[in-house]
Every structure is written in structure tokens, then in C-alpha cells.
T-cell receptor, first 111, second 116 residues
């Protein structure tokens, strides 16, 4: 069973709209969450990370974390066509550098 | 500062061949990872090295996949013998020591392997 589950599998939003992506871990040992973005034909690149309960904002991107439910979400406001990519959520444990990746959400932003 | 480099970028092999993929991590990074990525399975961990010591060998991939760290700045992934189901993108990533606290992984450009 995969440790990390993402939803939805794919998402289409209009340019300027809000995209919301979800991620949950089934392993209570994880305590750090990561969001990576992978454009078509490219390798994954870290977008944001979070380990404290609450919210973290960087420009148009906001990440939420609820540690009790091991649920994280990524919100992209004012979505741009350049945001179209595969968004991968990953979780890790204290003092162990392995990332457990979900299957990803494919985001398409339509002009 | 150079990122993670991988060679070759593309590889075509016949079924049964032995292929070797290469990776150079970011200078100074102590952790190195090999992943396989396919549309169906997503990103799968093949191996994890910390300071050249093998920490994880990706269970299901043990029999035909062997990763080695020859020194702190060079790693290889050998697939022997190759099968068509091995067709995928193979990604190498590196990160600083855990002491940096939950270190980010930096990925190389990947090697696209096609097995005929």
C-alpha cells in the first residue's frame, strides 16, 4: 500500500483561477511533507515544504498541513498556463531522508 | 554551482543486455537516490546511499538492479539483464546531510531507457 495518496488525479482550471490539490499519508511516522512540481519532459523540482501545523505562503502558492490527520493541501491562486505540470506530494520521517511519493496530480491551466 | 548530472540522457537496449547508467551528485551532498518513473507506477525508489553506504535497496528491484557509489561524487546503476518492462525514466537525486534538517532532494535530468 502506498504511504501517500493524492487527489484528484487530474485537474483542469481556467487561467486566473484557483487550483487545489490534496495529499494524505497513511503512515503516522511521517512528519514532513513536500510538494514537487514536474513539467512535461523535465525532472521534479521542489516547490514547497512544511512540517508545522498551519499554513505557509510563498507568492501565489499556499500549503496547509493538518498533522493530526496527516493531510496537506496545495493551493495555487491566479493560476497561469505555465503552472500546468504534474504535482507530486511526498512525505518523510525524522532523521531519514527518504521521500515517499504519491502518484501525482496532473494540473492543466487553460488560457 | 553544478546540479546533478546524469549520462546518458537516452539509452536503447535489446532485451537481455546489460546497461549502466551514471550519476554525479551535487558537490558536497552526502545522500544519493536512484528512482524509476513510469506513468503507471509513478516514482519508485530503487536505492538510497548515505555517505556511500547503502541504506535502502528498493526491495522489489534487488534481483536485476544494482546501484553502487564508487566515490562520493559518482554513482552507477546497473540493470542486468534488461527486460522490456524496464523501459522508464531513471532519475538520480542528491541532498545534503540530514544534519541540515529535512533536506531537499535535487533531481538530475534523468535517463530515458527503452528496452526492445
Amino acid at each position: 500500500q502506498q504511504k501517500v495518496q493524492q487527489s484528484p488525479e487530474s485537474l483542469i482550471v481556467p487561467e486566473g483561477g484557483m487550483a487545489s490539490l490534496n495529499c494524505t499519508s497513511s503512515d503516522r511516522n511521517v512528519d514532513y511533507f513536500w510538494w514537487y512540481r514536474q513539467h512535461s519532459g523535465k525532472s521534479p523540482k521542489m516547490l514547497m515544504s512544511i512540517f508545522s501545523n498551519g499554513e505557509k505562503e510563498e507568492g501565489r502558492f499556499t500549503v496547509h498541513l493538518n498533522k493530526a490527520s496527516l493531510h496537506t493541501s496545495l493551493h495555487i491562486r491566479d493560476s497561469q498556463p505555465s503552472d500546468s505540470a504534474l504535482y507530486l506530494c511526498a512525505a518523510s520521517m525524522s532523521n531519514y531522508n527518504v521521500l515517499y511519493f504519491g502518484s501525482g496530480t496532473k494540473l492543466t491551466v487553460e488560457p | 554551482d553544478a546540479g546533478v548530472t546524469q549520462t546518458p540522457r537516452h539509452e536503447v537496449a535489446e532485451k537481455g543486455q546489460t546497461i549502466i547508467l551514471k550519476c554525479e551528485p551535487v558537490s558536497g551532498h552526502n545522500d544519493l537516490f536512484w528512482y524509476r518513473q513510469t506513468k503507471i507506477q509513478g516514482l519508485e525508489l530503487l536505492s538510497y546511499f548515505r555517505s556511500k553506504s547503502l541504506m535502502e535497496d528498493g526491495g522489489a528491484f534487488k534481483d536485476r538492479f544494482k546501484a553502487e557509489m564508487l566515490n562520493s561524487s559518482f554513482s552507477t546503476l546497473k540493470i542486468q539483464p534488461t527486460e522490456p518492462k524496464d523501459s522508464a525514466v531513471y532519475l538520480c537525486a542528491s541532498s545534503p546531510d540530514w544534519g541540515v534538517n529535512y533536506a531537499e532532494q535535487f533531481f538530475g535530468p534523468g535517463t530515458r531507457l527503452t528496452v526492445l
